[in-house]
């Protein structure tokens, strides 16, 4: 199962007039790697930008991670001004280098997670712009699939699309 946003925080940051918006995807094989890639490359598209593989960057999916991601995030030469995270693990490590580094979300730099891991996306200060992933819908999905295929024995993939709708806070 592929699952990516049909519209989502990506195009509110172009929406609010972001430009350079750097993505700290997962060094993960997974299919939530490449389907974020190509959501961020799809919502540029969209708003008009140019893609700039320099402004992907890959990370542990985990807090270290983002704290890594944002130093080199911050060693960019070009201006950037937003940041969309694989994870809110990742955009939890993110806040603490841009806090060190005396950078002010949402003032200086916009940041968007992925998950709404409520436990971290509500607490961060400012609270965290994120992208729910629908766990009920997803295991509802899944189980109805797996019904579908055992009363035809059909083996055939299939990709289904989940919408992951936006669930917007203040670091944007």
Known sequence: MWHRPRSGSGTRL???GHRRIAFINSTE??????????GY?????KGGIRFDPKLVLKSFPEQEGGY????????????????????????MGLYDRLKEAGIKIPDDMAVVGFDDQEVIAAHL?????????PHYDLGALGVRRLLD????????????????PPVVRDST
């Open 29 to 38: 094989s997974a299919p939530s790697t490449a389907g974020r890639l190509h």
């Open 41 to 45: 490359k799809e919502a540029l598209k």
């Open 14 to 16: 172009i929406a609010r």
């Open 68 to 91: 890594l991601a944002a130093g080199r995030i911050l060693s960019l030469k070009d201006v950037r001004t937003a940041v969309f995270c694989y994870n809110d693990r990742v955009a």
């Open 125 to 133: 200060r400012p609270a965290l712009t994120t992208i729910a992933l």
């Open 149 to 164: 295929r055992a009363g035809t024995g059909s083996t055939a993939p299939g990709v289904q699309r989940v919408f992951c």
